[in-house]
């Protein structure tokens, strides 16, 4: 047997249990949505009563419901990846989370008028607009919902993520090495060469530049100082009110070196600073 087929069964077996996941989740996906549309549309009339007299199956609201709930399922889906890649791979906060929400409902908006009337016209109905706008307001408040409770638990993952599990490669030369974000005091450039400090006063030089460093990392727990220094939140032991609205940051002492004794926060910083701080 080859030396690598072993490996390629684990990939495989891993493959397998990846897609039964995925597949599994999606069922119980489908099934939530068959029987949220089903109890919806037999509440909605009187007429759809289970024990009314005049009981009629409502086939127009339930075919509606899945259509419509299957494209806000993969407007969300679609909106997610993107904000996922672009956004909350980086960093999760309240800003990002919300325009992923008010981005969401907006294209969900824009989608629900013209499929409602196409169903509409499909069944032979009539589109009457006082409903139209009933309805989209319902729904917009039900996705709303939805779309916190299916994705809160995931967008909290990536949180946790982004500001404790979260690692940068750095390149020095020859070597590579992976820090996380709690490995990391501060970064400081001086003779044009960008050093990496660790919290245990440990420096490695890198092969960043300070501005490619502050595209990469969070700026939930990252500040940049001032032309030759981003700050870690959790380096910063002591802050003093200088001369002229300076701040003057002193590190903690595990973490202090000659290069960055003193590091000074402009008054047009200052404001940016604080509110990063606090």
């Known amino acids: 047997m080859s030396s690598t087929q072993p490996i390629k069964n684990t990939v495989k077996k891993a ?9 599994w989740l999606w069922f119980q996906r489908a099934i939530v949505l068959i029987i949220f549309s ?9 007429d759809s009563f289970p024990d009314g007299g ?7 609201g339930f075919l509606a419901s ?10 969300a889906h679609l909106n997610f990846k ?10 999760v906060e309240a800003s990002t989370i919300a325009g992923f929400l008010a981005s969401t409902l907006g294209y969900i908006t824009i989608m629900y008028i013209p499929v409602n009337i196409i169903v ?9 607009f006082y409903y139209l706008l009933i309805g989209l307001l319902l729904t917009l408040l039900l996705s709303f919902i939805g779309v916190i409770l299916v994705y809160a638990r995931t967008m909290y993952g990536l949180y946790i993520v982004s500001v404790k599990s979260a690692e940068i490669t750095i390149e020095s030369g020859a070597k590579t090495t992976k820090l996380t974000y709690e490995d990391i005091a501060c970064f400081y450039s001086e003779n044009k060469i960008v050093y990496t400090v660790q919290n245990d006063g440990s420096t ?4 960043f530049t300070l501005n490619e460093l502050e595209e990469k990392i969070n700026d939930q727990l990252f500040f940049r100082a001032n032309r030759k220094i981003i700050l870690h939140k959790d380096a910063v032991d002591q802050i003093e009110k200088i001369e002229n609205g300076k701040l003057r940051i002193q590190l903690k002492a595990s973490i202090k070196n000659d290069a960055i004794a003193e590091i000074n926060i402009s008054r047009y ?6 509110d990063w701080f606090q």
């Open 15 to 23: 493959w397998h249990i990846c897609i039964s996941s995925s597949a």
């Open 38 to 46: 089903l109890v919806v549309n037999h509440l909605a009339t009187r």
């Open 54 to 60: 005049s009981y009629r199956f409502p086939i127009e």
């Open 66 to 75: 899945i259509i419509l709930s299957t494209f806000i399922g993969v407007i």
């Open 82 to 91: 993107f904000y996922k890649k672009k956004y909350f791979s980086k960093k």
């Open 120 to 128: 509409d016209k499909v069944v032979g109905g009539q589109t009457i």
């Open 204 to 207: 490695m030089n890198t092969d």
């Open 269 to 274: 910083k200052r404001k940016a600073f604080m």
